[in-house]
């Protein structure tokens, strides 16, 4: 099976950057999909592959990835940015989706 | 305009069963592998089971193999997710996702959710 690792918590001061990062090995061959999920809501998706952000993300919103990690970088984080970010890829050994626990981003 | 609506949650006994379902509108869905997704309270998501388009290719987590059937039936655009001897640790919102593909250079096609529906709760207790 695969695994991806997230940190629990990060915080960035309004209007800072700030990175979150996914690590696992299967990031060493698919990129990872990153999911920002408010209080009460759904999930949406805010970033899939290389970097590329759905209709309706801001472009302070990217993506990256460097041997086995990936990071969502929020380039001037909002207040409304303020979520639960999740990455998520492929399960290296079967084809399976695979989530990352989830990274709790607080805007100061 | 993309949406997947589930319903179908509620309250049930352990050992007992439940069946989800997903309505989907606004894009071909016989076209689109589908998923099952559930987010137990204060907790993560998990990945719950996998339908290929036309139903040839199932997959499931090992938390529920065995215990969950998932379906669809392209000429009502629904998914469903049948739920049989359901444990309290099922307590969870149950979320269907659409799934594509992409891939390029020395990566290979990795999946993404790149719609998703409200969720339904389903709770499991005596």
């Known amino acids: 099976s695969s695994e991806l690792t997230q940190d629990p918590a990060v915080s960035v001061a309004l209007g800072q950057t700030v990175r979150i990062t996914c690590q696992g090995d299967?990031?060493?061959?698919?990129?990872a999909s990153w999911y920002q999920q408010k209080p009460g809501q759904a999930p949406i998706l805010v970033i899939y592959?290389?970097?590329n952000r759905p209709s309706g993300i801001p472009d302070r919103f990217s993506g990256s990835s460097s041997g086995n990690t990936a990071s969502l970088t929020i380039t001037g984080a909002q207040a409304e940015d303020e979520a639960a970010y999740y990455c998520?890829?492929?399960?290296?050994?079967?084809?399976?989706?695979?989530f990352g626990g989830g990274t709790k981003l607080t805007v100061l | 305009e993309v949406q997947l609506v589930e319903s179908g949650g509620g309250l049930v006994q352990p050992g007992g069963s439940l069946r989800v379902s997903c309505a989907a509108s606004?894009?071909?869905?016989?076209?689109?592998?589908m998923n099952w997704v559930r987010q137990a309270p204060g907790k993560g998501l998990e990945w719950v089971s996998y339908?290929?388009?036309?139903?040839?290719?199932?997959y499931y987590a090992d938390s529920v193999k065995g215990r969950f059937t998932i379906s669809r039936d392209n000429a009502k655009n629904s998914l469903y997710l049948q739920m049989n001897s359901l444990r309290a640790e099922d307590t969870a919102v149950y979320y269907c996702?659409?799934?594509?593909?992409?891939?390029?250079?020395?990566?290979?096609?990795?999946?993404?959710?790149?719609?998703w529906g409200q969720g339904t709760l389903v709770t499991v207790s005596s």
């Open positions: 996702a659409r799934l594509r593909y992409y891939g390029s250079g020395s990566y290979s096609p990795a999946p993404y959710l790149d719609y």
């Open positions: 606004g894009f071909t869905f016989s076209n689109f592998n």
């Open positions: 339908i290929s388009s036309s139903s040839r290719t199932i």
């Open positions: 299967s990031l060493r061959s698919y990129y």
């Open positions: 592959g290389k970097n």
């Open positions: 998520s890829s492929r399960d290296s050994s079967r084809d399976y989706v695979v």
